[in-house]
Structure formats: structure tokens, C-alpha cells
């Protein structure tokens, strides 16, 4: 006799705080348009793509929230989501969109907003790394050479031990939320470290070059072409 193993719920936290300072705009960067559409828009849609019965949590700062749902009436974008206002820094976004979530069993993917180039098949990847190892966490090799800094020289080191850390960064639910349950430290960058500081282990899942991170126009022009070719 088989038995299915039960399906755990799946979330998706969004966080959306930036601003247009280094794209050069007065409109917040997650709300410019890319090929006619708020940036995180895309973002929203590959996830619901990747699952429609995820629940999407999208962290906004509160003086966004009026403009979001502006566009979204402006753009027809009825997706259905959980608007939560967030925190000062990045780490207590997170952490208000956690708390939002009052079930403990689950898997939860923390995503970028303006990273609108993330394939279906990534996304499947890491929640599979973390519904069996705990963590699923993005990263692609680096394509550069690098240099560590020494005082005022540098040094050349091997790029192979390096990986350019990406989102999503899927996690089982109830170890992500007691990791968060700690004083947020300068060391924190993203959601891997606040876990790993908890004592787990982080284990990695192949990214994608194309999953880039709008934070500047020429990010946008190249996600513009990269858009043409995506699916």
C-alpha cells in the first residue's frame, strides 16, 4: 500500500522597498515600466505562473501602497495578493511578511521584486532543496576574475570557490521564522545569512544569468532584451 505524502503549503515573500535613486527616477524602481509593465508586476506573475495556488505576500513600504494599487486598476493586474507594510531594513520586511503568515508547516521563498527575470524551473528547484534540506538558495558562478582586498594591494583569488548569490531563497517555514526571531546584525545581507546564523545549514540551487537585479537604467535595458526571449 502507497500513501501520498502531504503537499506543504507553499508562500512567496516579495519584497518591494526600493527606490529610484540609482535609476535615475523619481518613480520607486519596482514601478517603473518594463516592456509596459511595472517591473513588479513581472516579478508577481513568474511566481503565480510557477504555482497558482502559492500565496504571494508582497511587502511594501506604506507610502507605496496607494500607487500600487493604483496600477494595478491602471494595468488590470488582478492577481490575487497579501499587501503587509514594511520595516525600516530589508531584514524587518522580511520579518513583518513572516509574521503575517500564521501557519508554522510550509515552504517560503523570499524574492526580490525587481529581480522580474526568475524561471519557473529555478523557482521549482529551490523549493525542492528546501522542502528536502531546509534551504534552497539561488547562486550562479561568477563570470569575472576577482581580487581580495589587502590594505592597499590585492590579491587574485579562484573564482571557482566563489558563487554570486541570487533570490529566491526558499526556506521551511517554521525554521525561517525562529531564525528571524533574533536582534537584526550588520552581518545579515540577506535571508541565507539570518539563517545561517540560526545554526543551519544553507544549500545551494543553480540560478540564472538572466535573473538579474534592476538597480540601474542600464539593468533595465538589458531586461528589456532579455525579455524578449523569455518564457
Known amino acids: 500500500m502507497f500513501f501520498l505524502m502531504e503537499a506543504l503549503p507553499k508562500y512567496a515573500i516579495i519584497v518591494a522597498g526600493g527606490s529610484g535613486t540609482r535609476m535615475n527616477s523619481e518613480v520607486?524602481?519596482?514601478?517603473i515600466l518594463l516592456n509596459g509593465l511595472p517591473i513588479l508586476m513581472?516579478?508577481?506573475?513568474?511566481?503565480f505562473f510557477y504555482d497558482s495556488k502559492i500565496t504571494i505576500i508582497l511587502v511594501l513600504p506604506s507610502s507605496q501602497i496607494s500607487a500600487w494599487n493604483h496600477l494595478c486598476q491602471e494595468h488590470h493586474?488582478?492577481?490575487p495578493l497579501e499587501i503587509v507594510h514594511g520595516g525600516n531594513t530589508r531584514f524587518q520586511s522580511v520579518k513583518n511578511g513572516l509574521a503575517h503568515i500564521k501557519e508554522e508547516r510550509g515552504l517560503v521563498?523570499?524574492?526580490d521584486g525587481v529581480r522580474p527575470l526568475i524561471r519557473k524551473n529555478i523557482i521549482q528547484n529551490a523549493f525542492k532543496s528546501a522542502?528536502?534540506?531546509?534551504?534552497?538558495?539561488?547562486?550562479?558562478?561568477?563570470?569575472?576574475?576577482?581580487?581580495?582586498?589587502?590594505g592597499n594591494e590585492s590579491e587574485a583569488v579562484d573564482r571557482s570557490l566563489y558563487k554570486c548569490i541570487q533570490t529566491p531563497q526558499c526556506f521551511d517555514?517554521?525554521?525561517?521564522?525562529?531564525?528571524?526571531?533574533?536582534?537584526?546584525?550588520?552581518?545579515?545581507?540577506?535571508?541565507?545569512?539570518?539563517?545561517?546564523?540560526?545554526?543551519?545549514k544553507i544549500s545551494l540551487v543553480e540560478g540564472g544569468y538572466e535573473n538579474?537585479?534592476?538597480t540601474t537604467p542600464e539593468d533595465l535595458i538589458i531586461a528589456e532584451a532579455l525579455l524578449k526571449n523569455f518564457c
Not at 520607486?28 to 514601478?31: A, E, H, L, V
Not at 517555514?173 to 543551519?200: I, R, S
Open 28 to 31: 520607486p524602481k519596482q514601478f
Open 42 to 47: 513581472h516579478t508577481v506573475k513568474n511566481f
Open 77 to 79: 493586474f488582478n492577481f
Open 109 to 111: 521563498a523570499i524574492h
Open 131 to 150: 522542502e528536502i534540506y531546509g534551504s534552497g538558495i539561488v547562486a550562479v558562478n561568477s563570470k569575472d576574475s576577482l581580487r581580495v582586498l589587502k
Open 173 to 200: 517555514l517554521n525554521l525561517l521564522k525562529k531564525a528571524f526571531d533574533t536582534e537584526e546584525l550588520p552581518t545579515f545581507t540577506d535571508d541565507a545569512t539570518v539563517f545561517e546564523h540560526a545554526g543551519h
Open 212 to 214: 538579474i537585479k534592476i
